[in-house]
């Protein structure tokens, strides 16, 4: 009931998730970031707390497939998961448990790891590594061109109805966080028009948080 892809820019060393589900509000409870650390994607039937446990672990030096190995060793349950990591240098590993949901998938490319469950056919987890290690421009952007290659290829085995784009840099908070929580159809869609409208003002929200003197103008009554 969920695809997702985590990736990394070497040139800019962000670090992403892109998701969609079938079920509400994924992005509250699957992707996990944390700037000049990792990312990662818990899913299937999701354990939330895997995401910062494998995190603390890269920090604290572990390469993604130890790291990995450690966080499932401590939930009795991890045969229902399926979890996904990419390091600050580009390391991945991902995990797929015996009882993942339906037609199951994950496949490592070049500074990704793409991994789905509930699938319409497992080559929709190859398109989306290869549309990311293809596409050109911004993290983000590839990201997202990750994810519709994946609906091209079929998408989930059933309607998808949340998605989320999150993308970590040099701060220490997102400088992407973009959430469609529930649509009746086409999340993704919807996911890409909210970036489209957030990328041209995504810098100027960084340099309002950084130094307000040198912020644009907010465009509101009052504002000088």
């Not at 998408?155 to 220490?172: D, Q, R």
């Not at 973009?178 to 810098?203: C, E, N, T």
């Amino acid at each position: 009931m969920t695809f997702s892809i985590v990736g990394f820019c070497p040139e800019t060393g962000q670090l992403g998730v892109a998701i969609s589900s079938s079920s509400i509000a994924v992005g509250a409870r699957c992707p996990w970031l944390r700037p000049g650390v990792g990312a990662v994607s818990t899913q299937n039937i999701t354990l939330p707390s895997l995401g910062p446990r494998i995190l603390d672990l890269l920090a604290s030096g572990a390469a993604p497939a130890p790291a990995l190995a450690q966080a499932l060793d401590a939930d009795p349950w991890r045969e229902h998961r399926q979890v996904t990591v990419i390091d600050a240098r580009g390391g991945t590993a991902s995990f797929t448990g015996a009882e993942a949901l339906g037609i199951h998938h994950a496949v490592a490319g070049k500074d990704c790891v793409a991994a789905g469950n509930l699938l319409a056919r497992a080559e929709v987890i190859a398109a989306m590594a290869r549309a990311f290690e293809q596409g050109p421009g911004p993290l983000p952007e590839r990201l997202l061109a990750a994810m519709h290659a994946a609906v091209a290829a079929g998408g989930e085995a059933g309607p998808v109805h949340s998605a989320a784009l999150a993308v970590v840099g040099e701060v220490g908070w997102p400088i992407v966080d973009l959430r469609v929580d529930w649509a009746d159809a086409d999340p993704i869609a919807s996911l890409d028009a909210l970036w489209r409208a957030y990328r041209p003002q995504m810098q100027d929200y960084l340099t309002r948080a950084l130094n307000p003197t040198a912020a644009p103008s907010y465009g509101v009554p009052g504002d000088e």
